[in-house]
Structures are given as structure tokens and as C-alpha cells.
């Protein structure tokens, strides 16, 4: 979509315009879903965490602070903070479930070797991440985000979002290593 | 040169933009060794972390219970919370106090807005703290910060360590109180006792703290009280001709007591020992200390119970002394320290230390020529009189004794007749030279009186009596006979002590 309509979509959702929630909801309840369930690995929860992002987004449109532009980056970051929340409450970090589930393969041998590495051994590596660092990760190689829009949800400098980059993808190369020398 | 963070980004995105990794190696071989297994890392993410979607039922009640939100939000009233509203005041009065961007681009609210609004806290709460104290400091006794306004007063004395910065606060505070009983009655308003009390309290507290000076910081002091007593006294007088008949009682009740702290003042610097012996919590080190006469010391000697109470002696009128002729001076008057406001206007003499005030002096002086007795008394007596006294019927031209007696004598000596008792003429009494007491424990007759017992004393006494008085007059009620150590320095004889002011048996002169 490109800039100038969003920008219309969002001043008609911040006028409570229901067909212009909707159609929010529609384009970005899976993907935070995706978001939610990736950190916490739980489908009730994810969805119980995913509505409690739209709430936000509504009580904000009702005190007249929602966003007026970079939707999609606030509402990762209310996933993130609603994620932040949920293990707070929770008084421990949840280790995501394990899924055995090989990953995609692909024909060149480089690809092949890294299909050998498991879901598990994955989800392994992102637990030893800093929070900064996996969020990171996941915002940007899995959701898909781009550096402003990390930057904007972790609320941090587009620089930092490189570094920590860099750092998170050592680290995990660092606990890959062994899994893939074992598996090799 | 780019750093290895942004090459590693550029190589990532063009990694999940779909290009083929190894050919994203070959665009930079000189990074190709280090990008190689980073991005085999990142291009392993890609589907490492498989979503479980709930079911298609599940997503459409998520998303009918978000509709149903919406539709209840939008009949919802929009509270503006109050720090909005404070905001949209404060733009109103200062519109380039704050941005007009509404937008924050972040869910929570950033740090500049929270910083502002603590800083708009913490000067409202400053800003209303200190408006009070001001408020409470021109506050009238009728106002409800009048408390904080005595709180804040003493919460400066407590500060205050030094004796004489706490004179002069008091000092400052009698002056508020007078000004704030003048700025009552001006208002219309009647100043209460309590207005008046507190000023009388903080002259009061003013002196003593001003006694308690060195010579130098007293006579600052005194200085500084005295301008301040005349121009309150000028303000108060002034005052007093335009308000009402109340307020006007109670504003010259306050002149009064501001005019008598005048006095004291004025008492204080032409004489500052007797200032701090009147004032003072406690005698300053360069103060002198009073003469410690011998009698005082032996006034313990006699055993209590047989030292009669304050009073009369038997012969003696219980209602005030015999003056009939109204000529002669009563002892009384020449008590400067210890009884204070209580003497007569004129009343000076030598008498600096006090004495008891309970004595009745030379009671019987009926022909009004005699000379009271202890006119060089200087530093007083015991008090518990009793029994005869000297020159008590001295009825025409005898010296009372005692004249020469200038640091007094026993309490309890000689309960009996003592000399010059019976003195109603040209009878010379004895004495006359005793100037430093004698001892107490004589209890006989002393004097010229020869021993006699008591009762024969007495009915001498009653003689003398008539012959002083001509006129008929009721006997007085028969009193028991004196003990013979019953008497104190009202009945001291001169053998047996130094008479006192108010009528020792010896060292009469002639």
C-alpha cells in the first residue's frame, strides 16, 4: 500500500472509522500473530497477546494518540511490548516449544547444509541471544521488517540495529556450529 | 570505507530480498570469508521457525471481538485524561511552549514529554509551598495560616543557636504581634487575649533572653528594644484615635504593656546588674552575687516546727501596721528587688536584694515620728516572722533599732520580748552597734526588757498601746504567749541578733 493511501486509512481509523479498522485488523492480525507466537510458542497465548495489541491500538486511537503514520512499526512494537508484559507476568522466560521441523531445503550445497539444521537447534541458538539481539533477528529475518522499522520498534538508532545485527548472527553461528559439525 | 556492519546489512537485505547467496559472495570477495557463514546463518532462519496458526473459526471470533470493540469504544464518551487537559491550558496560554505534533510515532510517550511534565509538578508544588509561606507570613491572628506563621516563627528560633540572635528574634516577633494587634484594630476587628498574651509572652521571653547577655550584646539589645517600644508605642497611640471603644481598650492594654517593657528596658541600660538580677534565667558570671549574711545561714539552725509561719507576732495587728499618724514610712517601700510592679510608685531606696514581702513593717509606729528601722538593710531576711517585734511600742521619740543592721539577722531567734519593746520614751535602745547579727538561738528576753515572762510582756505592749492612742480602742483578741524561739527577724532583740527593716529590738540609735 503505498504511503499516501495508509496515511488516509490512518486518519479515517483514528475517526473511528470501522471499515478502516477493519481492514487494519485484516492486513495485520496474522503477522503479529506470527510475531507473538514466535516469542512465546503458544497459540492461545499468541492470541490472547494479539488481541491485546488491537485493544491498545484502539484505546490509543481513543485518546487521540494513535498512530498517524508507520503502523505496521507501532504495532510490533505493541506486540513487543505486550510480549514484554506477558513474561513479566509470567516471572520466567518461556522456552519456546520445540518443533522438529526440518527447515525448507534448497538445491545449491549450501542450502542443503543449512537444511540439516533443525527448528530446534534454532530455537536453542535464539534463547542464548540477548533480548535486543533476538528481537532483532526475528523482526528482520523473519517478520520481515526493515532496519527503520526495527529501529523503530525497539526504539533504537538504525546504527545500532547493524551492530546488533552482526552480533546476533555471530552468536548464533557460534552456538550453530557444534549442532552442524555433530550433524555433518 | 563502510564498516562491516552496514556491508553484513547490505549483504542481508539483498539475502531476504531473495537473491541466491552465492552470488552475493561474488559481488564481494573481499568480505566473501567473513560474510559466508553469517549470512548461511540468516538464509537458515527462513522457515526455522514455522508458525501453528489456530483455526480459521478462531481467527474470525478474534476478529469479531475486535469489530465489537470498535463499535463500543465509538459509543463511549472520549475521557480527555487531565494531564491533556493541563497541556491543551497551558498551549492555550503559551502556544510555543510545546510542539503542535500530535503524532508520537512510538506507543509510549517519550521521555522530553515525561521530564517536562515532572519539571511542571515539581514547580507547581514549589510554586504553591512557597506562595503559602508568603501568605502566611503577612497573616493576621484572624487567618487560618496565622499557625503556619507561628510554626515558621519558631522554627527560625529553633534554627537560631545564638543567645543573642534569639533575643533579637524575639525581639522582632513582639514587634509583629503589636503590629499585628494594631492592623486588628484598624480592620475593625478586637484584638483577643491570646493576640494580647502572645505579645506580653514575647517581651517577656525578650528580657530574660537579654539578661542572660554579656554587657555588650545586652546593651545591643536593650538598644534595639528601646526604638522598637517607641515606635510601636507611636503607632499603637495613633492607632487608638481612629478605632472603636473595644479595640481601643485593647490596643491601650497592649500600649500598657509596651510602655512597661519600656520601663524595663530603659531600667536595663542605665542599670544592667539589677536588669539581670530581675530578668535573668540565671546569674551571668560577671553578675555579682548577692551577700550571703550570716543569719541566713543560721535561719536553718532552729528546728522547723518551732519557727512559726508568716505572720503577724501576737502583738502585732494582722491586718497591716499601726500608723496612725499616717507619717511614718512603711518598710515596704524600700523593697526594689523581688517585689517588682508591687511597690509604690517612689519607692527607692538601698534595699537591692529583696526580702520577704509577707512582713509587716514597723507595725506599731503610732506617733509617726520614728524613723522606720533597717533603712540601710540591704540585703533582707528571712520571712518567718512571729513574736514581738523591736520598736514595736515605740511610741514617741526612740530611734527604732536596727538602723546600722545592714545584713540582717536570724529568723528564728528570740520569740520573746526583745529590747526597746518596751521603749515608749526617751529610752536609748541597745544594740546600737550590732551591724552583723547575732546569734539565733536566744529565745529570751532580750534588750531592755528584763526576763520577763510573755504575758507580762504583753499587757506592757497593750499599755504602750493606749498611751499612743488616746482614742478607746477594742482590746485585740487575746494572742498566745510567743514561744521563745518563735520569733524571727521581726522580733530580733539585741542581744540575741541584729534587728531587721521592720523592726529589730536592738541597735537603735539615738
Not at chain 2, 63 to 84: I, T
Not at chain 2, 115 to 138: E, P, Q, R, S, Y
Not at chain 2, 435 to 455: I, L
Request: hydrophobic fraction near 35%.
Amino acid at each position: 500500500m503505498s504511503n499516501d493511501l495508509e496515511q488516509a486509512r490512518l486518519r479515517r481509523a483514528n475517526a473511528f472509522d470501522r471499515a478502516a479498522l477493519a481492514a487494519i485488523y485484516d492486513e495485520y492480525q496474522q503477522p503479529i500473530y506470527r510475531y507473538v507466537y514466535r516469542n512465546v510458542g503458544e497459540v492461545e497465548i499468541a492470541r490472547d497477546l494479539t488481541a491485546e495489541v488491537f485493544h491498545r491500538f484502539l484505546q490509543a486511537i481513543q485518546r487521540e494518540q494513535g498512530p498517524t503514520r508507520h503502523l505496521r512499526a507501532w504495532l510490533y512494537r505493541a506486540a513487543h511490548n505486550s510480549v514484554i508484559d506477558h513474561f513479566r507476568r509470567q516471572k520466567h522466560r518461556q522456552h519456546l516449544p520445540l518443533n522438529e521441523e526440518l527447515v525448507n531445503t534448497r538445491d545449491d550445497p549450501v542450502t542443503l547444509a543449512e537444511g540439516r539444521l533443525s527448528a530446534a537447534a534454532v530455537r536453542a541458538a535464539l534463547q542464548e541471544l540477548t533480548d535486543d539481539q533476538r528481537q532483532v533477528i526475528i523482526l528482520k529475518f523473519i517478520e520481515g521488517l526493515s532496519n527503520a522499522e526495527a529501529a523503530n520498534v525497539l526504539d533504537k538508532p538504525i546504527g545500532a540495529i547493524k551492530s546488533l545485527q552482526h552480533r546476533a548472527l555471530a552468536a548464533l553461528q557460534r552456538h550453530l556450529a557444534v549442532p552442524q559439525q555433530e550433524m555433518w | 570505507m563502510m564498516d562491516f556492519d552496514t556491508i553484513l546489512d547490505t549483504a542481508a537485505n539483498r539475502l531476504i530480498g531473495g537473491e541466491p547467496l552465492p552470488s552475493i559472495l561474488a559481488d564481494d570477495p573481499a568480505n566473501a570469508e567473513s560474510l559466508g557463514p553469517l549470512l548461511s546463518v540468516a538464509a537458515s532462519l527462513d522457515g526455522a521457525l514455522p508458525v501453528q496458526l489456530p483455526a480459521p473459526n478462531q481467527f474470525q471470533a478474534d476478529r469479531d471481538a475486535f469489530l465489537a470493540q470498535v463499535q463500543f469504544l465509538q459509543q463511549q464518551p472520549v475521557p480527555v485524561p487531565l494531564p491533556v487537559r493541563l497541556k491543551e491550558w497551558i498551549v492555550g496560554i503559551f502556544p510555543g511552549l510545546f510542539s503542535n505534533r500530535t503524532y508520537s510515532g512510538k506507543e509510549h510517550p517519550r521521555m522530553s514529554s515525561l521530564l517536562i511534565k515532572a519539571m511542571l509538578v515539581f514547580g507547581l508544588v514549589l510554586g504553591t509551598t512557597g506562595g503559602t509561606a508568603v501568605m502566611a507570613a503577612n497573616s493576621l491572628p484572624d487567618s487560618p495560616l496565622f499557625p503556619l506563621k507561628l510554626s515558621m516563627e519558631q522554627a527560625r528560633l529553633m534554627v537560631a543557636g545564638d543567645p543573642a540572635e534569639q533575643a533579637q528574634l524575639r525581639l522582632e516577633m513582639a514587634q509583629v504581634r503589636a503590629q499585628e494587634m494594631t492592623q486588628l484594630a484598624l480592620q475593625g476587628d478586637v484584638p483577643d487575649e491570646a493576640v494580647q498574651t502572645r505579645l506580653q509572652q514575647q517581651l517577656n521571653l525578650a528580657l530574660q533572653l537579654a539578661a542572660g547577655l554579656d554587657n555588650g550584646q545586652m546593651l545591643g539589645v536593650l538598644t534595639q528594644a528601646r526604638a522598637m517600644v517607641q515606635a510601636q508605642t507611636q503607632q499603637m497611640t495613633q492607632a487608638q484615635a481612629q478605632v472603636g471603644e473595644p479595640a481601643q481598650s485593647a490596643l491601650q492594654q497592649a500600649t500598657r504593656a509596651m510602655q512597661q517593657f519600656g520601663r524595663d528596658v530603659e531600667t536595663g541600660l542605665a542599670d544592667p546588674l539589677a536588669f539581670r538580677n530581675r530578668f535573668g534565667f540565671g546569674r551571668p558570671a560577671d553578675a555579682p552575687e548577692p551577700l550571703s549574711p550570716e543569719p541566713q545561714q543560721k535561719q536553718q539552725v532552729g528546728p522547723p516546727e518551732e519557727a512559726p509561719a508568716a505572720g503577724p507576732g501576737p502583738n502585732e495587728d494582722p491586718t497591716g501596721p499601726k500608723c496612725p499618724a499616717g507619717d511614718c514610712e512603711p518598710v515596704r517601700t524600700r523593697q526594689q528587688s523581688s517585689q517588682g510592679d508591687e511597690l509604690p510608685a517612689g519607692a527607692q531606696n538601698q534595699h537591692q536584694y529583696g526580702q520577704d514581702a509577707e512582713k509587716p513593717a514597723n507595725p506599731d509606729c503610732p506617733g509617726g515620728d520614728c524613723e522606720p528601722v533597717g533603712d540601710a538593710n540591704k540585703y533582707g531576711q528571712g520571712d518567718t516572722t512571729g513574736g514581738p517585734h523591736g520598736d514595736q511600742d515605740c511610741t514617741s521619740d526612740c530611734e527604732p533599732a536596727g538602723d546600722e543592721n545592714k545584713y540582717g539577722q536570724d529568723d528564728d531567734n528570740s520569740g520573746g520580748p526583745h529590747g526597746d519593746q518596751d521603749c515608749t520614751s526617751d529610752c536609748e535602745p541597745v544594740g546600737d552597734e550590732n551591724k552583723y547579727g547575732q546569734d539565733d538561738d536566744t529565745g529570751g528576753p532580750n534588750g531592755d526588757s528584763a526576763e520577763e515572762p510573755a504575758q507580762q510582756q504583753n499587757k506592757e505592749q497593750e499599755q504602750s498601746t493606749q498611751q499612743a492612742e488616746p482614742a478607746p480602742q477594742p482590746q485585740p483578741e487575746p494572742q498566745p504567749a510567743p514561744d521563745n524561739s518563735g520569733s524571727s527577724d521581726s522580733g530580733g532583740s539585741s542581744n540575741s541578733g541584729g534587728s531587721s527593716d521592720s523592726g529589730g529590738g536592738g541597735g537603735g540609735k539615738k
